[in-house]
């Protein structure tokens, strides 16, 4: 999941890695309260990406749901992947 927008450029921010970004989303309020759900992110496509921007994403997705209260239920490229 690629995110792009004036306060939060994530291909620009990629470079400095997943806990630099969080550092940066939670700095300019990005942060969502998600307590109490749970999170499917199913067909992430890596289509365009290096294997090491794929997983670094990845973490970056894990560390702000974590840090928003939610639980993360997947994180996949499939998009068939099925949920609890």
Known sequence: ???????????????????????????NGLIVPLDAYKVYVIGASPAGLTPQVWNALRTFWILYFREAGAELGAYSAECSVERE
């Open 1 to 27: 999941m690629m995110n792009e927008s004036a306060s939060f450029n994530m291909p620009a921010l990629l470079p400095s890695g997943p806990e630099k970004m969080i550092d940066r989303a939670r700095a």
